[in-house]
């Protein structure tokens, strides 16, 4: 909780995530896991949202970042996006190459953590990912990637990045290393444990679960995730949108976990030295 010695009231940042599916790394729905953290008011996320909907004009009661990512509402989207938009400057956004990330667990885990603190010893992994499916083939590779997948999950390995993005929020939002109050969209993933140990972390003051139709900054947290998971996906897969990574790599966390060197490059990711996992 907040130290009652601050006359202050902590900075309160609103975050949701999209591709979330817990650590199943691979062979899932979604590449890219995504967490964004919006530092807006209540009443300019609220007039965001309206004037969304004024430009949209869909007859869904809550939007989505399905609603920004069709073709006809691009303009709308790169609007949202953009520098005369509402939320350049209060927000970021956590992007995760999920195969990336299990190639980063599974070195720790056969290294058993040996090494700096905090430093992932990257090379293995990064040879790994770059050169996998064409050492051993796509299939023979995608059936190593679920078997080790499966290895460090019952092996206890938490490879779930929600946790981590968390704790990158209230790093990032956490400006003289004053803590800031997390006010998040609800999740399973975020069990009572994890949540108690998140909040043993000095920058998070708070960690607090509403339900997203109750606070609009949790909506525009979603439509960030949402369109920041599709735009860097598209990218991974080779597919990458020039204008609309250019818009995106201002918002995205250098503390992001990613392993392609293309889209990487794109979305402004130092992708060739070692990685902070927190």
């Known amino acids: 909780m907040v130290d009652g010695s ?5 900075r309160e940042i609103a975050c949701d995530e999209s591709g979330s599916e817990g650590d199943r790394l691979v062979d899932g729905n979604t590449a890219v896991f995504s967490h964004a953290g919006v530092s807006l008011s209540v009443d300019a996320a609220a007039a965001c949202i309206a004037e969304i909907r004024e430009q949209v004009r869909s007859p869904a009661v809550e ?3 399905n609603h920004l990512l069709r073709g006809k509402h691009r303009r709308v989207l790169e609007w949202f996006l953009g520098c005369s938009g509402p939320v350049l400057g209060h927000a970021h956004v956590y992007v995760v190459d999920k195969e990336y990330l299990l190639l980063v667990r599974l070195g720790e885990f056969l290294s058993n953590g040996r090494g700096p603190p905090g430093l992932v010893p990257v090379d293995g992994a990064r040879q790994l990912y770059e050169s996998g499916s064409q050492l051993f083939g796509v299939e023979r590779w995608r059936s190593f990637l679920v078997a080790a997948n499966d290895v460090l999950r019952r092996r206890g390995v938490d490879l779930d990045p929600l946790p981590s993005a968390v704790g990158h929020a209230a790093a990032r939002w956490s400006h003289g290393g004053e803590p800031v109050v997390i006010v998040h969209d609800r999740q399973n993933a975020l069990t009572p444990e994890r949540v108690a140990r998140l909040q043993k972390r000095r920058d998070l003051a708070d960690l607090r679960f509403v339900a997203s139709h109750t606070d609009p900054r949790i909506q525009i947290a979603d439509y960030i995730a949402g369109v ?24 995205v966390d250098p503390a992001s976990v990613w ?15 070692g990685t902070t996992i927190s």
């Not at 601050?6 to 902590?10: E, F, G, L, N, T």
């Not at 392993?259 to 030295?273: F, I, M, N």
Request: no cysteine.
């Open 63 to 65: 939007y989505k970042a």
């Open 228 to 251: 920041a998971r599709a735009i860097a996906e598209d990218a991974l897969r080779g597919r990458g949108d020039p204008t609309l990574l250019g818009l995106l790599s201002p918002y």
């Open 259 to 273: 392993g392609d060197q293309v889209s990487g490059s794109a979305l402004e990711l130092a992708t060739s030295s």
């Open 6 to 10: 601050s006359s202050a009231p902590a």
